[in-house]
């Protein structure tokens, strides 16, 4: 029992950091059965995040502005992931946007910089972000940041699990991947939080947040689908962010 326990928390530490830039045991080993094991807590690191930008809103509001405690909370969250899901949607979207075909368009998301179109998408999905949750009461929008980022995580898993994997030469090559227990254990992970949040909010509100979760995230998944055929790290930035914008819009359209 107690080294299944130890194997869990390594797995968890494994996607702690893989997703974020806070440090993890100096010995902690690797391999690729362990990342892809790892996979499975994906959701509840997302909750971690989202637990820490709602704790900084919180603690913000009592000196400021719910409106400028949304900015310090969302600059906490960038710092503890390094941007890194933002910068895989301005990759994603910069790619979609301008290239001509998919080895193009696989080419310019490689590429560094940041171009107009995924600049524009960064910014927009970031000033929707920070109106929807200001106009949220203020327990709210912290319960908010918490669901939003889990979902955002779960979706990229669903993405992982039923997607097709493309390579920057056009091909299939080795991919990101989770097995199907893993992937049972990151959806019921995810009801679980979504339970103990009915609890809170109600039946309504968490099915207004996943439906608006669900159609943003199938939109930008249905538009890499068409331009691909598939994704790449870059596109599970993409889906990560429109998926959980998509559970704030959900949740903004019941309240």
């Known amino acids: 029992m107690k080294d299944k326990l130890r194997l869990e928390w390594q797995l968890f530490q494994l996607a702690l950091r893989f997703l974020t830039c806070m440090p993890a045991a100096g010995d902690l080993s690797t391999s690729d059965d362990l990342r892809i094991r790892a996979h499975k807590y994906f959701p509840i690191v997302g909750a971690f995040v989202g637990a820490i930008g709602a704790l900084v809103f919180w603690a913000s509001c009592v000196w400021l502005p719910q409106s400028a405690a949304l900015i310090i909370s969302l600059v906490a969250t960038l710092l503890v992931t390094g941007a890194f899901h933002e910068d895989g949607l301005a990759n994603a979207v910069e790619g979609?946007?301008?290239?001509?075909?998919?080895?193009?368009?696989?080419?310019?998301?490689?590429?560094?910089?940041?171009?107009?179109?995924?600049?524009?998408?960064?910014?927009?999905?970031?000033?929707?972000?920070?109106?929807?949750?200001?106009?949220?009461?203020?327990?709210?929008?912290?319960?908010?940041?918490?669901?939003?980022?889990?979902?955002?995580?779960?979706?990229?898993?669903?993405?992982?699990?039923?997607?097709?994997?493309?390579?920057?030469?056009?091909?299939?090559?080795?991919?990101?991947?989770?097995?199907?227990?893993?992937?049972?254990?990151?959806?019921?992970?995810?009801?679980?939080?979504?339970?103990?949040?009915?609890?809170?909010?109600?039946?309504?509100?968490?099915?207004?947040?996943?439906?608006?979760?669900?159609?943003l995230g199938q939109l930008f998944r249905s538009a890499m689908m068409g331009k691909l055929g598939g994704y790449n790290s870059d596109c599970l930035g993409g889906v990560m962010q429109l998926s959980e914008v998509g559970a704030y819009l959900g949740l903004s359209v019941w309240f």
Do not use: C, D
């Open 96 to 215: 979609m946007s301008r290239g001509s075909g998919r080895t193009q368009m696989l080419e310019m998301m490689a590429s560094p910089g940041l171009g107009l179109f995924g600049a524009l998408a960064v910014a927009l999905v970031v000033a929707l972000k920070l109106v929807l949750l200001a106009h949220m009461p203020l327990v709210l929008a912290g319960v908010a940041l918490v669901l939003g980022h889990m979902i955002g995580m779960m979706a990229v898993v669903h993405v992982i699990a039923t997607t097709p994997y493309v390579h920057s030469n056009g091909l299939q090559a080795a991919a990101p991947y989770i097995t199907s227990g893993g992937y049972r254990f990151a959806v019921l992970s995810s009801i679980a939080v979504l339970i103990a949040a009915v609890f809170y909010m109600g039946l309504w509100p968490p099915l207004y947040l996943i439906l608006g979760s669900i159609v």
